[in-house]
Every structure is written in C-alpha cells, then in structure tokens.
C-alpha cells in the first residue's frame, strides 16, 4: 500500500495553491461538519472532531489528489435515520455510544472491501451514470441547505421530504438573513465568474464574522453557529448495549456502501476531469481507517464531501497536502479558536456550501449527450432523479442497471458492414464509408465489430444469411473486433457453420486475436479449426480458396493494383496461432496423416502440404522436414524404402530448399542456419539415432 502517494516528489510551487485551499476547506468545514454531526445525532462539536484525524489520515493514504474527506450528508443521515427508528434521542448518552459503534462497523466494511478489490466495480459506471448521480447528489444537498438561507434548519431525506420541509419553513422567513445569503451566493456565483482565483468564499465568510463581533445589532435575529468547548476529542470505546450487534451489521453495511459508491463515483469523476488515475481498493483502505479514526473519536462515519472537493479544486488545490494543512487548522481551531466560531453567520456559510455544490454539477454534460446519444441523456437524468427521488444508494442502483440495460442494447446492434476493394487497391473497406468499393466475386466478407454472446448472435447469423446469394461460394468474417465469444454464440456459429458447408459454402473465421482460437477449441468448435476455417487474414483464406490478387471484382473487368508491402504468409506459424498450446499435438497428429496417406500412394511429394492448412513456405517446409526426419522409422515402416533412402530424400529436398533461400535472400539464408543448427540440436537430444544417419548422409554428400 502507498503511503502519501500525492506528496512524493513534492513541487514547492503547490504549496501556496495547497495552503490557500486547506485554509478554505478548514474554515467552510466548520458550518458544514457540525450541522451533518447533528443531523447525525451528536453534539456540533463531534462534527469538528470528524474533521482532524479522520481528513489527516485519508490525506496520507488516499491516491486522490484533491479529494476531500470528513462530516458529509448522506452517511450522517443514514445513521439519524437509523438512530431515530431505534428511538434513541439524538445528543443522548445512548446516541454517543451507538453511532461511534456504527461508525467502527462501517470502517470494518469498508476495509474488507479493499481487501476484496470490491473497487473494480465502479469502473462498470459510466460518465452518464457518474455525471447523474454528481449532480443529483450535489442537488440533494443544496435542497438540504436552502432554508439555513432564511434562518430555518436543515432538510434531511428524499425529493419529496426535502420540499415538505422547505415549504412548511418558508412562513417563517428571517428577510434580513435571506437577503444576507442570496447577495453572499450572488457575489460568490460572479466572482467565480470574473475572479476565480480570488479566494472569495474565505473573505465572505470572515467578513460575516467581523461585522458580527463589531456590530452585532446589524445581524439581529440572524442564525449564528453555536459555541463550542475548547480541547481535541478524547479517545473513546465504541461499544453500546442499547443496540443489537445484527442491527449494527445491516446498518453499518449499507453505510458503507454508499460511502464506496458516493466517494469512489465523485473520485473517478474528479480525477477523469483533472487528468489522473487514482488506485480504487486503496482508496477503500483510505476510507476505512478514516472511519476507523472517526470511530474512536466518538463521530458518525466520515464520507468524501463533494462540497469541499469542488472547492480544493476552485482554488487550485493540487495535492493532498489540502487536507493535512485544513486538518491541523481544525485542531488549531479547536485547541485556540472555538471563540471565533461562534460570531459566524449561518446564511454566509451555507451560501459558500451551496456555490461550491453548484459548480461540482454535471449538467454541461447533457447537450453534448443529447447530441451524441440520447440513450446516455436519459440514463443521466435516471441516475440524477434516483439519487433525488430514492435516495443515494438507489440512486446508484438505478444507474448501474440502466447502464448495463444500455450497455446490452449497444452489444446487441454493434458496428458491422460488408467489405469490398476499391479499383486500383488492395484494402479492405466499408461498402458504408468508401465510393466505388466492390464486392469480390462469389465472396461475401462481413466485419463484426463486437464480442459475440447471446445478444447479438441473431444479428450475425442473420446479416450473413441475408446477405447469401446463388452464386456465393464463401462467406468471410474479419472478426478483428471479436474478442469473446459465449457458448449461446458458439453453437450458433457451429451451426451456422454446417448450414453453410451443405450448401457448398465455404465459412472463414479470420483477423481475431489469438485467444479466440483457444475459446473456439474449449467451446466444440475444434472441427473448425482442424478443417482450415479459421485463418490468421482475410487474405489467407482467400488464397485457401485459390483466389490470388488482383482480386475478381463484380461489375470491374480489370485493374491495376497499387503497389503495397508484401504480407508474410506463414503456415506453420499460423497453424501455430490456430492451435495455441495444442500445436505441438496437433502437428504431430498432421504428420501421422501425412505418414499414413504415404502408405498408401508412397507420394512423397505430398510432405508439404499442411493438409486443409495450405502449403507451406521454404524455412516452414524446412521445419516440417525435420518433424518428418524424428519419424523417420515410421516412414521406413509404411513406406517400403529403406532409412537411407528416405534420408537423402528429406536431406536433398532441404538441399533445394537451402539454394532457394539463398537465391531470393541472403540475409533470410544466415537465419536458415541459425534456425537449422537449433533443430539439429533438437533432433540429437529427442531421436539421437535418426540424427547420426542424418550427419551420416550430410557428410557424405558434403552437405551442412
């Protein structure tokens, strides 16, 4: 696990940025951390205790750099919530006691997950998901904080609860504090506009204060934050008998769900938009011993605060040294400056709250969504509204199944098209993207673009049999974009396999990935590859079926084909691809054919051809030689020549093989030694026997 990942190498040029945003994220922390610690159900001051070492220890673990960490709303509602159903009084001894041992299950939670690796699942929630629930979360929250605006308290819940509570407070405004905190958001909104590097949220925020404490009678009947006690917090047990251990466990579970969803979702997101990674299952190890600090600190669980994220990143926050700096303020806060806090006025702040929240919104994401993918536009607002609506944990649900719902229509109708050559070329293209492309004649060469699985195996098997005529001899899949195939998929490309070879119809699979292969193999589709269907390119199965460039193209009588690079055609090396980790076995079974079909015809100028493989080139030839040479007894036996004769029939065919190399490429002719003295080698190690005789005749013939 890193430690302090974000301070290695430390730049001196963060830390004004960093100080300036720790200051900010300090001083905005106070309102917000003890107005979450009392919907929590403890005393405000647990609220400033959740903001020392909790953000102090995140800041050394996490791999974010610019997350914030400490008191936020949706935990500390879950747990007044859940305080409340137990009918424990909130402040209460029994609450004191009940949520620190919440709060000690959750970061159990949470560190199991890491543990797990649970993390990865977040990377399955899309931008339209992330970007939803941002948003909603961030509304939640300023729906939650509109009536402080006008001297009433805080909302908690859902969409429904939070706009009962507003209404039923707006009979009794405070004008002069709904004044105070429209002017305070609207001079925050502007200079963000015309000022952003101006800390503008600091200056409010001490400018309240000042004319607080110089002019008190100014602010009458304006909310202040109340007084708290000097002094760090003590260490306490978390352990409670007015709550069952099973109640603890359920609770604290989806606590620390929506702390891993909430958190991990807005950290991605940060991230994303700041151009860095950040390591998932260590963040979850973060998180939980955050919580375990807050635990024995006697707080409610700590979650990451979008709120005070935008902020570090509104003003330049670039590492975690934020954190550390805004964590030791709030010790030195509690241990000298309680006595400001008081003087602090309730609108001021929770303007600086919801300006931060307004500008952490994702809504500049839905024209461009609208405009690329309507689908993604409304799977924003489903993840948006389920926060809203449902709340945090639903919210996410809601937005997980709809992009998987939208991830299997997308795999369901996935890019595909026909390809052809253009005149004069010998590219494959897109009958859809290019002008004057032609089909090759009798070929029909299809492109799929997607793995392959229950859901759109219909619309393979039903492009290609729609697209069969009369006079089609073969049907070609560059399958470059296949990674995976299902077994659903498997047996319908066996089938359709089939289907095709009774009508006479060649079927190629080709351009995948290797490991496709080994699926096809481990799914019953051997016989495919063992009848030469699954080629290494589109090309290759064309010359398997004996059609050689210039390519025959309907509706073009001739052409020139530009010059291009020639494409290696290796048979060994692509029997190889084929057949992965059973190539060996495969060839040998190849060689057993050969030697068998020797027995019957004594042909031996059949030993290079690969069966429904091809032929093979000179240096593969050579290879395939040697294979032949370690049967060498076999071949005497089914044959009826002698182990001499059959010798220096190899022995001279590798003869004529040698002066061909060397003819066409002098530089392929040195590698034809190197690989010839490695399969010498080979061949005295496995058939020692065999290997004399070869010598035997190579030197009496004065061949290498």
Known sequence: MKFAYTLKDYKKNNFVHDLISGIIIAAVSIPISMGYAQIAGLPVVYGLYGSVFPIILFALLSTSRQFIFGVDAAPAAMVGASVMSLGIMPESDAALKVVPLITLFTALWLLLFGVLRVG?????????????????ICTTIIMMQVPKLYGGSAGTGELHELLNHITTTTGDINVLSLKIGIITLMILLISKKLFSKLPMAVIVMFAGAFVSFLQPDLLKGVKMLPAVDRGLPSIVLPVSDHISIEKVIMISFSVAMVIMAETLLAENNFARKNNYTINANQELIAFGMANMAAAFTGCCPVNGSVSRTAMNEQYGGRTQATGLVAGVIMAGILLLGTGFI????????????????????????????????????????????????????????????????????????PPRCFLGIQPGHTHFRSFDEFRNVYPIKNVVVYRFSSNLFFANIDVFQNDILDSIRDDTKAVIVDASGIGDIDVTAAECIGMLYKQ???????????????????????????????????????????????????????????????????????????????????????????????????????????????????????????????HLEEHLKELVRVSGHDEETLAKTLEHRRELLLEKITHENEELAKKFYVRREKLDAHLKNEHPEVYEKVIKYRMKHNNI
């Open 120 to 136: 990865r699942l977040v990377s399955y929630i899309s931008s339209p998901v992330m970007g939803g629930f941002i948003s909603g």
């Open 342 to 413: 008081q003087y602090l006025p309730v609108p001021v702040l929770t303007a600086i709250v919801i300006s931060a929240l307004i500008g952490a919104t994702e809504f500049e994401l839905l024209p461009r969504l609208w405009k690329a993918n309507k689908k993604e536009f409304f799977i924003f607002w489903g993840a948006f509204f389920g926060v809203l609506i449902f709340g945090t944990i639903n919210g996410v649900l809601i937005g997980v199944v709809l992009s998987f719902v939208e991830m299997i229509i997308r795999a369901s109708k």
């Open 500 to 626: 095709l070879k009774n009508r006479n119809i060649r079927f190629y699979m080709t351009e995948h990935i290797a490991g496709l292969n080994e699926q096809m193999r481990r799914q019953g589709l051997e016989f495919m590859l063992a009848e030469g269907a699954v080629r290494r390119t589109v090309n290759v199965a064309l010359k398997d079926m004996g059609i050689r460039k210039p390519y025959p193209l309907e509706g073009v009588e001739n052409y020139e084909v530009s010059p291009s690079r020639k494409r290696a055609e290796n048979s060994v090396q692509e029997y190889i691809w084929g057949f992965g980790g059973d190539a060996e076995y495969e060839i040998e079974k190849q060689i057993m054919r050969q030697i068998t079909n020797l027995s019957k015809n004594g042909d031996l100028d059949s030993i290079s051809q690969m069966g429904n493989w091809g032929y093979m080139d000179s240096i593969d030839e050579d290879e395939w030689l040697e």
